[in-house]
Every structure is written in structure tokens, then in C-alpha cells.
T-cell receptor
Framework: GDSVTQMEGPVTLSEEAFLTINCTYT??????LFWYVQYPGEGLQLLLK?????DKGSNKGFEATYRKETTSFHLEKGSVQVSDSAVYFC??????????????FGKGTKLSVIP | KAGVTQTPRYLIKTRGQQVTLSCSPI?????VSWYQQTPGQGLQFLFE???????NKGNFPGRFSGRQFSNSRSEMNVSTLELGDSALYLC??????????????FGNGTRLTVT
């Protein structure tokens, strides 16, 4: 079945450092790929998405490129801020024959940014 | 536009009891999904409803059930609660647009504790 593997955390960075969170996936077809972020006490928020190979998703300074050849969707940000401290989830979505979609999530990576 | 609303935010139940959680999707969204989040298993898909029909179900026992009403609001029910059902239950809605993978919009969740 489908699966998502992302780097284990926690990750601790100083403010303005460069961030990379690795994500690789296994899927039978051509999934859409997502990064979601979860702040303490809240649900998940969509950070960015890519729906086909070589697409680049971007939002709030975060970027990720859909790499079909390496089945990867690594999240990057050039300069992190304290407000970026959260848990980040990589996810994929594949449709079923009934037109239904479900997300398969990675385990999440907790990021802490210190001033 | 109001976001996804889940009630209640917190619940404490005893083993063997049953519980009902409620979710109101974003206005105009017709698909509602439920996910269970635990520290050990991460985020796992429970089921998805569209136009009052369950289209997809995850690998959970029959004690977990749900339904969707004509106004797209959804409820999930867990009967004969077990300690392992303690989790954050997240509801998400999406705007179904044919075969495209519409992003999910999550609520803040219901924290269920089973004692």
C-alpha cells in the first residue's frame, strides 16, 4: 500500500537557519503530495501541495518539489523564524475507484526554532 | 468563511462507554473525512463521506462508525470504548471537484481520553 517516510525529529534550529525536512513516498499510481503543519493545540493546516511530477509547491517561504524519479518531496525554507516552530507532516493522496481521496501521512517532524 | 468546527474539544469517557463526536464542515464543502491521531500510530484515516454516503473506510474495527447528514455535517461514533481509543480525532472537509485532489481543511480536533 501507499506509505510516506519522513525524517525523524525533533529538529532544533537557530533563527535564520536553513531548513530541510526529507520526505519520500511509495505509491502505486501518481499521487498528489502535500505538506501540512500543526501548531500546538490545533488541527492541521495545508502548507503547500504539488499534483504532478516536477511541480513546485510554495507558501510562506517554504518550498517543495515533486520528484518522481526519486519519489521525494523534501520541504525547504531558507531562513526559519521562531514562529515556524510546529510539527510538519508530509502526506500523499491517491484516488480510489469510487472517486474518494484519503491522505496517507508521514509520522511528522517536530521543528523547534530558537532565537 | 468559518472553518471546520468540531465539538466537543475535550471528552473524558470510561472503558465500555460509547461516544459521539460532531463535525461541521466549511460551507459548500460536501466531503468530510475523519482521522485519528495518536503518538504511536500518527495520523490514520478512519472514513470519508460524500453526500451522505460513506465512500471509503480505513482499517478500523466496526466499533468505529460515522454518518453524514443532508447539510454535510458529520458525526462519528465509537462504541465499547477501549483505552487505546484515547486520541485526537480530526475532521476535515474538502470541496469535491471531480477527480482533482482537493486539499483537506482540518478542524482543531476532539481530544478523547478513555479511562
Amino acid at each position: 500500500g501507499d506509505s510516506v517516510t519522513q525524517m525523524e525529529g525533533p529538529v532544533t534550529l537557530s533563527e535564520e537557519a536553513f531548513l530541510t525536512i526529507n520526505c519520500t513516498y511509495t505509491a502505486t499510481g501518481y499521487p498528489s503530495l502535500f505538506w501540512y503543519v500543526q501548531y500546538p493545540g490545533e488541527g492541521l493546516q495545508l502548507l503547500l501541495k504539488a499534483t504532478k511530477a516536477d511541480d513546485k509547491g510554495s507558501n510562506k517561504g517554504f518550498e517543495a518539489t515533486y520528484r518522481k524519479e526519486t519519489t521525494s518531496f523534501h520541504l525547504e525554507k531558507g531562513s526559519v523564524q521562531v514562529s515556524d516552530s510546529a510539527v510538519y507532516f508530509c502526506a500523499l493522496s491517491e484516488g480510489s475507484g469510487a472517486g474518494s481521496y484519503q491522505l496517507t501521512f508521514g509520522k511528522g517532524t517536530k521543528l523547534s526554532v530558537i532565537p | 468563511k468559518a472553518g471546520v468546527t468540531q465539538t466537543p474539544r475535550y471528552l473524558i469517557k470510561t472503558r465500555g462507554q460509547q461516544v459521539t463526536l460532531s463535525c461541521s464542515p466549511i460551507s459548500g464543502h460536501r466531503s468530510v473525512s475523519w482521522y485519528q491521531q495518536t503518538p504511536g500510530q500518527g495520523l490514520q484515516f478512519l472514513f470519508e463521506y460524500f453526500s451522505e454516503t460513506q465512500r471509503n473506510k480505513g482499517n478500523f474495527p466496526g466499533r468505529f462508525s460515522g454518518r453524514q447528514f443532508s447539510n454535510s455535517r458529520s458525526e462519528m461514533n465509537v462504541s465499547t470504548l477501549e483505552l487505546g481509543d484515547s486520541a485526537l480525532y480530526l475532521c476535515a472537509s474538502s470541496q469535491y471537484k471531480g477527480q482533482g485532489a482537493s486539499p483537506l481543511h482540518f478542524g482543531n480536533g476532539t481530544r478523547l481520553t478513555v479511562t
